[in-house]
């Protein structure tokens, strides 16, 4: 094992490059070259050639352009997903047909547009290593398979996508596919309509409402709210409208910090999506397994120990990493999945950059500080070395304050 000052990494993980431009392959291969202590790294020209090489030795990631003659990226992330379970899968590619990326997508852990800055790609290459230990864990593995069947991947989320992506995104069109869903607008007038929002007159209209919220707030509860409503809501020992509560304050104190930090606007969405989705884990433990949850809640108060350390000495497992393992099933942007798998233990990943996960990180143990919650366990802390890496701790009295104020406005019952 290599180890640096956030964590450790098993020795030379082996990528490969699929690319018929030979130029791009090399060019890709050297943003890796400065850390061969970490990588290995081969390339193939094409997806034959890739499927050749990944039958004499194991790769743990496989990047590969979308558009290249005999067989196209789709075709070889299906046929690498099929033959090679295990194996990341990344697209990158200048493709800007909608319809395309979105088959890509079925198959794929992550899709990267082009032109890409290489330090992206290192940091993405980064981050889909450093979680191939966890979600790869086998005390993981064999807990989610006593789950019965998870919620499958929602349809109008890959839409809201389709359309955001488009050059020219549209509002009403959005509006209009959220209104395919009767469920979905009933809970997005809700959300609108709340005391968080203290507006004059109520929304009645899916498109005035998502004016509103503002898309980035769209795409998350097409996901919350499909994920929540896919596991039953009472369940006894376990408060869901504390979770739903929990989760909205976390994704709006976590999408404050990421922008007060001056992260771009792709960084601010994943933080609250990440923030909103963070404890799925907790919800489909609880209903999947409720007599072993309730024994792993008992031992924390008994132990006062915090609740995603109970998880690990009841279920091998916490949390945290089953609502990663969902997300990373789901192929969801590798930033997301890492703050939802390291939200208590940041400094398992190997990037000590301010992202999603440090967002997340600290809008989780914040908001429990401010909850009015009855807690009879002790509630997670913030890292304080992961802090003092990122060179943050002075911004750490606003961010308190910050969540005092979302905390006295947010409707629990906001999914109710």
């Known amino acids: 094992m290599q180890t640096s000052a956030l964590g450790t990494w098993p020795t030379r993980k082996r990528i490969l490059f699929v690319d018929d431009d030979p130029v791009l ?6 943003v890796l070259q400065s850390e061969s202590h970490r990588w290995e790294v081969r390339s193939a020209a094409s997806g034959r050639q890739a499927l050749d090489l990944m039958a004499q030795m194991p790769f743990d990631v496989v990047v590969t352009d979308l558009r290249m003659p005999e067989m196209s990226g789709v075709e070889l992330m299906a046929k690498i997903r099929e033959q090679y379970p295990h194996t990341s899968r990344v697209i990158l590619s200048g493709v800007r047909d ?3 990326i979105a088959r890509s997508l079925r198959d794929t852990h992550q899709f990267i547009p082009k032109p890409v800055k290489l330090e992206t790609l290192r940091e993405s290459l980064a981050r889909i290593c450093g979680l191939d230990s966890l979600l790869m864990d086998e005390k993981l593995r064999a807990l989610v398979g006593r789950f019965g069947p998870l919620p499958s991947f929602p349809a109008l989320y890959l839409e809201v996508m389709n359309e955001l992506a488009d050059p020219d995104p549209s509002i009403i069109r959005i509006a209009e596919i959220v209104a395919q869903d009767p469920a979905m607008t009933a809970k997005m007038l809700h959300i609108v ?9 109520q929304i009645s209209s899916p498109l005035d409402a998502v004016q509103y919220l503002g898309t980035s707030t769209v795409r998350s509860l097409v996901l919350s709210v499909h994920v929540f409503s896919s596991f039953e809501r009472k369940v006894r020992g376990f408060s869901i409208d504390q979770f739903e509560g929990h989760a909205l304050r976390c994704a709006r104190l976590a999408r404050t910090i990421q922008e007060s930090q001056g992260a771009e606007d792709g960084q601010a969405e994943d933080a609250y999506i990440a923030g909103m989705l963070h404890d799925v884990g907790k919800l489909m433990l609880a209903t999947s397994l409720p007599d072993r949850y309730r024994e792993a809640a008992a031992h924390a108060v008994a132990q006062q120990i915090p609740l995603h350390e109970a998880e690990t000495l009841v279920f091998g497992a916490t949390h945290a990493g089953v609502g990663a393992y969902l997300l990373g099933l789901w192929g969801l942007p590798t930033p997301i999945v890492e703050a939802v798998a390291f939200h208590h ?3 398992r990943s190997d990037l000590p950059t301010f992202g999603p996960l440090a967002s997340v990180h600290i809008a989780n143990v914040l908001d429990g500080e401010q909850s009015k919650d009855q807690q009879l366990m002790p509630l997670p ?6 802090l003092s890496t990122l060179q943050v701790q002075d911004q750490l009295e606003h961010w308190r304050e910050l969540a005092l104020k979302i905390n006295s406005v947010t409707d629990r019952n906001w999914l109710s």
């Not at 392959?25 to 050297?30: C, H, K, L």
């Open 25 to 30: 392959g090399r060019v890709y291969a050297s």
């Open 98 to 100: 909608q319809e395309e």
């Open 193 to 201: 309509n709340s005391a968080a929002f203290g507006l004059a007159r």
């Open 345 to 347: 233990t940041p400094t």
């Open 381 to 386: 802390g913030l890292d304080d070395d992961y």
